[in-house]
């Protein structure tokens, strides 16, 4: 799935430079050998090879073997967010009890699922099995469709955690919809999709105010972030996006983006779209009133995708036909 050794997962930085600007390693045997000791003085774990290290913004997600399994490693540098990262971590602790397909961070010796380090910088280090299985293909449908359910199943077991912590440093979205898309809608992408966005000034006009309460929701659910196994839903990854809003918002996003990939960022098909919202809503049921959301969330987003200049991926198109 990915390659061995040292690299970047979708930017496109040198990534030797990147490990050494972001988390002060001049190489990755340095990395290693700090990420060794921290494994086996933290949670008591002997690694016997790291395949490989693939850098992500201020996270390095490294793929280890112990004597006993295969382990995933995520290494973030970005202080501000550990707080709530390590809150993350509780809150995945408790979906994988409640029986969710999460790759639950592993308790560190000292009960903490989150742990931070020092080097010549504070580094978090969060633990998690390692899931078999291939990210989720959007060519197949009955995939798309379980994918579609898994995320009903999720909101359905957040909706009555705690949201204390996940919002730390971050900004809370506006609370009012209307006024959300309404002050979010870009005028010159709008006139490159001129039927989606009158559609969705029909419906900021005309939509009743949402009749359910916000909660924690993934925020980043796509394809790259579902490992599969067959047609079933092995794992639910990356919820370092996590954060607190209306589920509509999520089933939306995952709707436009489910078929984004690193490097690769074409729209879905209205036919792998259908698809998973069928899944979704076979898993739970939305009100009359989170429809009418979910259609304009999804054309906020559409257009909100359409690039300012040369639109290669065809995104203009895909929101004048319905993504």
Not at 53 to 63: E, F, P, Q, T
Not at 158 to 168: E, H, R, S, W
């Amino acid at each position: 799935m990915f390659p061995s050794g040292l690299s970047m997962l979708w930017e496109r930085d040198h990534a030797p430079d990147a490990l050494h600007a972001r988390f002060g390693f001049t190489d990755v045997d340095e990395a290693t050998g700090w990420l060794t000791g921290t494994l086996r003085r933290e949670w008591g774990l002997s690694v016997v090879d790291c395949e490989r290290v693939l850098i992500s913004d201020h996270n390095a997600i490294a793929w280890v073997r112990t004597d006993a399994s295969r382990l995933v490693v995520k290494v973030g540098s970005n202080a501000s967010a550990f707080e709530r990262l390590a809150a993350i971590a509780d809150v995945l602790g408790d979906l994988d009890a409640a029986g969710l397909p999460v790759a639950a961070p592993l308790p560190s010796i000292g009960g903490a699922r989150r742990v931070v380090d020092h080097t010549d910088r504070p580094l978090s280090v969060v633990v998690q099995p390692f899931v078999e299985g291939d990210l989720l293909d959007t060519t197949d449908a009955a995939a798309v469709r379980a994918a579609g359910t898994a995320l009903a199943h999720l909101h359905e077991a957040t909706a009555g955690l705690p949201t204390a912590g996940v919002t730390v440093n971050r900004s809370v979205p506006e609370p009012d919809l209307r006024r959300r898309l309404l002050t979010g809608i870009d005028t010159a992408r709008s006139e490159r999709a001129p039927r989606a966005g009158a559609r969705l000034a029909q419906l900021l006009v005309e939509l009743p105010d949402i009749d359910t309460a916000p909660q924690l929701i993934h925020s980043d659910y796509r394809g790259t972030n579902i490992v599969m196994s067959g047609a079933r839903v092995a794992a639910i990854l990356d919820f370092d996006e996590m954060t607190v809003d209306h589920r509509v918002y999520d089933v939306a996003r995952a709707a436009v983006n489910l078929a984004t990939r690193f490097r690769s960022w074409r729209p879905t098909t209205p036919d792998v779209r259908a698809q998973f919202l069928a899944g979704y809503r076979s898993g739970g049921v939305l009100t009359d009133r989170e429809e009418g959301w979910l259609e304009a969330f999804i054309l906020w987003m559409g257009v909100g995708s359409v690039p300012p200049g040369d639109d290669p991926d065809g995104w203009a198109d895909a929101v004048e036909h319905g993504l």
